[in-house]
């Protein structure tokens, strides 16, 4: 449990401005409970579209400090060329759009690192691009 809080405190410590129950900006978005929340959400978005998407560009990320941490992330998805529930470790993104849809997609993520599961995902509002 103590190495649970201490990453949450890490996380904590990268946001600018922290104000306990207030929305602040994350700076280091490669921070690994960052990332662990980020990859949490886009599981959940492939196991819905039965496809692999990765992170193409983080648009917005930022954490408020609730009974946990409270994760907002806007961000573009984009198709690569792996199977869902494959073996692949290496997935390139597609960059021609007539090969997989790019999506545009909001996710709230709740990390409570002492409880299992540690994560909820409260919202998953994704729209194609065009």
């Known amino acids: 449990m103590f190495w649970t809080v201490a990453a949450l405190l890490v996380t904590l410590a990268s946001a600018s401005d922290l104000i306990v129950g207030g929305v602040s900006d994350i700076n ?5 409970e960052v990332q662990e929340a980020l990859k949490f959400a886009v599981g ?4 819905k579209l039965g496809d692999v998407y990765q992170v ?9 400090v609730v009974e946990g941490a409270l994760y907002y992330f806007t961000v573009e998805l984009a198709g690569t060329n792996c199977r869902n529930g494959g073996v692949e470790t290496d997935c390139k993104i597609y960059t021609d759009l007539t090969l997989a849809k790019s999506y545009t997609c909001t996710f709230e993520v709740w990390s409570r690192p002492w409880m299992a599961p540690f994560y909820q995902l409260f919202k998953n509002v994704c729209n194609q691009i065009s």
């Open 56 to 64: 193409a560009k983080v648009d917005k990320a930022q954490i408020q």
């Open 28 to 32: 280091d978005i490669n921070a690994p």
């Open 44 to 47: 959940d978005f492939n196991k």
